[in-house]
């Protein structure tokens, strides 16, 4: 090896590595420290593995030295010193201090420290459980036990007042209810109820804490809260606790029920349950119920009639046959059957399955539906009081929280809008026509004619007056001024023409029409849609509308149309203007949707089937200058003596503009002065309405106001079984009944009494409105005409050789503030003229005719929806 290779020599003492070991102090043996632990450069930046004393260093000398520091610091991580490689500082233990609650965890650091201890735990699920118990306890104490059925359900009067504050009725017999023994209870009764509702009854504890659980998640979602009570919560809620669906009343009822589990036998909670619920029909306890509605008392009852009276504790609203669709249209007499029935069959199912009866005895009971006595009217309901207790009732359970049942136990004082000398008016109105026109033992087609009508105050929506049938005590519970079903023929036209006034035409490209506006009014039109096509049938063949006569009126404008209800103009005119924005505009005026028929052509001729009342409000918004006031019937309920919220006026809004109001206004005088409705021309004041017949007769209407009255009159028969409408052919021994007959008679003869006194204040003017738009639909004139003869039209209205010879008309007969019409074949109009109160015409399908859902009235052309009430007005 060459010299300049050798290594120098090194100075004595041991050289750099023995002034290394002097610097750092370590002793023979010991192993040196990690670079870097010094801190020098050198420390850091060894020439080596080895030193020159031949010691060799460990591999991992920086973790070992991290163990000896911890090692120093009692087993805990030190802080890093600073460095100069600029490593981040390791963070400061946690102190190791005594807390009560120890979270976050001392002593832990990341996820560790977050994790509750199993101590902690177990002491927070002590303390839970712990307060739950005492609070139990708090509740348990707190609360009593019913010591007896008498001070439960208590029934008391509810008393009804007229505008002027005069009492009506006092409705109710004060207690309708009578206490039994557990003895004089049938066995069968208490097996249907237990087989029912709580089949662990003599078993359980008297708490269902699932049903309970689902009643808050329900009550937490704004659902039902009904359902899933024992026996035994159900007698508490009767005995001791609002019907209100709150959190603290069913804590409330949970404690209450526990306790009278334990102080009451399963005989006593039974006999108090069955004593305390409300059966309908005003009835309280089984004994009342009994003789409600089998005319026997409780011990008395079979199997069968056991089994229908516990379906009526699901409700018996929804669960009576007689119905009550007055408070609800869904409860009709045919809904309400098949609830029942249904319900009925069940429960005696479930009491054989249950072995509560024999296999005999099931057979014979399941063999015959137990129908229950028709329902008696009760003390100071005779006449039209019923009607207008009804009526006001159920005024109160839609505008409150009141229930039912709460209602029916009484105690409220209610204050309606019925005037006595009106609704006094209206009866006698109707009763005199019925003399004069009417003769049932004589006549077959006189039998069943019913007539509902309704009177309300324009700007206001006050319910002054309305007849709803033969009375209570007659057994007709039917309230015919707020029934649904009866469809209201050619009083729905003047919506139409409000709607073209309003919205326009296709033809008009959304420009108001004009009542002098020409359509075709001749007899057997196709009708047309919007895009010139003709509406089809069914089976793909042209609809044609009919009018009620054949006569070949030519065209002629809106306004002589209304006067003479000929059908075809005003069916191609809501084809043009577009259904919807009929409905539309009949909505706004107070028609309630759920009495709305299809939108088929047929739709602008009355299908649908308001009631009188809500026909009454709808046309006080036109008397109204186009401002709509909902219809109301209660001022102030108060519940001994304190006053019930809830029962300020409607508010008024402009439902259609005013000028289109007094246009409609100024049209429907003319019906009265020249056309259908001449019959109220005896009323010798000013006033409009309209007339309106039905397909097949089946009903007659009349609607006319004054700026301070409008009233509606129905007239139909009905199938007293069936409840089906019945042709008026023949009735008053007439070939047919028309609106401008009987129903105008009977609105003239109230609105005579009803009127006495006033001043006849008129009409607001009408201003001229839209374009006038000549032989709408015409088509261009061709050399060779190809449509069929009934269809032929003209450029011109002139007249057909069949009415030149009828008497022309007088100025006025046919002059309104338009100016004088021209248009051809115009005579005078006489009631109806021969029958031109055009019918409701068939739709182009069998099932366009029917309306959905609901309870149906009469030929499938009734609405579950309709009615002063189906929503929440009335």
């Given amino acids: ?18 002034a290394r070991r002097g610097q750092s102090g370590s002793s023979s043996g010991r192993r040196a420290a990690p670079r870097g632990a010094t801190g020098s450069a050198s420390d850091s930046y060894g020439s080596g593995f080895y030193d020159s004393g031949g010691e060799d260093r460990a591999y991992g000398g920086r973790a070992e030295a991290r163990r000896a520091a911890q090692r120093n610091t009692g087993g805990r991580r030190r802080a890093a010193e600073p460095s100069r490689g600029g490593r981040r500082a390791a963070p400061a233990p946690f102190p190791d201090k005594k807390r009560l609650i120890d ?42 036990v019913p010591t007896e059925e008498n001070a439960a359900a208590l029934s008391q009067n509810n008393v009804y007042y007229w505008a002027d504050g005069t009492q009506m009725v006092a409705s109710g017999s004060g207690q309708n209810r009578q206490n039994v023994s557990f003895e004089r209870i049938p066995r ?53 606790l609002s019907q209100e669906q709150t959190v603290s009343r069913k804590f409330k009822e949970m404690f209450i029920s526990i306790k009278v589990g334990t102080k009451l036998s399963k005989d006593q909670i039974l006999q108090g349950y069955l ?52 408070l609800d249209t869904s409860a009709s007499k045919e809904a309400n059957t098949k609830r029942s029935k249904e319900r009925w069959g069940w429960i005696l199912q479930q009491m054989h399955n249950d072995k509560k009866i024999s296999d005999a005895d099931y057979q014979k009971a399941i063999s015959k539906y137990p129908m229950p006595q028709e329902r008696k009217a009760s003390k100071g309901m005779s006449g039209q009081i019923g009607y207008l207790a009804d009526t006001a009732k159920k005024y109160v359970l839609n505008h409150s929280n009141i229930t039912e049942k709460q209602f029916d136990q009484g105690g409220y004082q209610i204050k309606t809008t019925f005037q006595k000398s009106k609704v006094e008016a209206l009866t006698k109105a109707v009763k005199k026509v019925e003399k004069e026109k009417l003769d049932p033992e004589k006549r077959e087609r006189d039998k069943h004619v019913q007539f509902g009508a309704a009177s309300v105050k324009p700007k206001d929506g006050a319910i002054v007056a309305l007849y709803g049938g033969a009375g209570y005590e007659n057994g007709h519970f039917n309230n015919n001024a707020d029934t649904s079903g009866v469809p209201v023929g050619s009083t729905w036209k003047p919506f139409v023409l409000a709607a073209a006034m309003e919205h ?33 049938k069914k089976d793909n063949t042209p609809f044609f509308q009919e009018n009620e006569s054949e006569k070949p009126w030519g065209y002629i404008s809106l306004r002589k149309a209304m006067e003479q209800s000929v059908n075809t103009p005003f069916v191609q005119l809501g084809m043009d203007v577009g259904m919807k924005n009929v409905r539309d505009v009949a909505e706004k005026a107070g028609i309630l949707d759920a009495s709305f028929a299809h939108l088929n052509p047929s739709f602008a001729l009355g299908t649908s089937t308001p009631s009188a009342i809500r026909m009454a409000d709808a046309y006080a918004t036109f008397a109204a200058s186009g401002k709509q006031a909902a219809p109301y019937s209660v001022t102030s309920v108060k519940f001994n003596g304190q006053e019930v919220p809830g029962f300020e006026k409607p508010r008024i809004t402009q439902a259609m503009p ?34 309106g017949t039905t397909d097949e007769n089946k009903s007659a209407w009349f609607v006319g106001y004054t700026q301070q009255l409008s009233t509606s009159v129905a007239m139909f028969r009905e199938d007293p079984k069936s409840a089906k409408l019945l042709s008026m052919n023949g009735t008053a021994g007439e070939a047919s009944i028309h609106g401008g007959d009987v129903p105008t008679l009977v609105w003239t003869e109230y609105m005579k009494a009803a009127l006495k006194g006033e001043t006849d204040l008129g009409f607001p003017a009408a201003e001229k409105i839209g374009e006038i738009q000549d032989a709408v639909g015409a088509p261009s004139p061709t050399p060779t005409p190809s449509v069929e003869p009934s269809e032929t039209v003209t450029e011109s209205p002139s ?67 309709g009615g002063l009430f189906g929503g929440t007005e009335g």
């Avoid at 650091?109 to 509750?116: I, K, S, T, V």
């Avoid at 206004?665 to 309209?690: F, M, P």
């Avoid at 100025?811 to 109160?837: M, R, V």
Wanted: glycine share 16%.
């Fill in 103 to 144: 979270y976050p965890r001392a002593g832990k650091y990341g996820w560790q420290r977050w994790l509750p201890s199993w101590k902690l735990v177990s002491g927070l699920c002590i303390g839970f459980l712990g307060s739950l118990v005492a609070v139990a306890g708090i509740g348990y104490a707190m609360v009593g």
């Fill in 799 to 865: 007249p057909t050789p069949s009415e030149s010879s009828s008497p022309s008309p007088s100025p006025s007969d046919t002059c309104g503030f338009f100016g004088c019409e021209k248009d051809g074949g115009q005579e005078n109009g006489g009631a109806d003229n021969g029958g031109t109160d055009g019918g409701v015409s068939p739709a182009p399908t069998p099932t366009d005719t029917n309306v959905d859902g609901g309870t149906s009235r009469g030929n499938g052309n009734g609405s579950g929806g």
């Fill in 504 to 536: 326009g035409t296709y033809r008009s490209d959304g420009r108001p029409l004009s009542p002098l506006s020409k359509y075709n009014g001749n007899d057997h039109l196709k009708v047309r849609n919007n895009d010139g096509t003709y509406v089809l």
């Fill in 188 to 240: 069968e009764m208490r097996d249907a109820v237990i087989s029912a509702e709580n089949k662990t009854f003599y078993e359980d504890s008297g708490v269902d804490p699932m049903g309970i659980a689902r009643a808050l998640a329900n009550m937490a979602r704004g659902g039902d809260t009904q359902g899933g009570s024992t026996i035994t919560q159900q007698f508490v809620k009767n005995t001791y």
């Fill in 1 to 18: 090896m060459s010299e300049h290779r050798r290594k120098p020599p090194q100075p004595q003492g041991g050289g750099r590595a023995a």
């Fill in 658 to 691: 005013e000028n289109v109001a007094n246009n409609v206004t100024d049209v429907l005088e003319n019906v009265i002065q020249n056309g259908t409705g001449r019959n109220a021309l005896s009323l010798g004041r000013t006033a409009a309405g309209k007339t």
């Fill in 275 to 326: 004593n305390t619920s409300y059966y309908g029909r005003g009835a309280y306890g089984i004994q009342a119920a009994a003789q409600t509605y089998y005319g026997k008392d409780a011990e008395e009852l079979n199997a069968s009639e056991c089994a229908f009276l516990a379906a009526l504790l699901k409700g018996p609203t929804y669960y009576d046959p007689a119905g009550n669709a007055s």
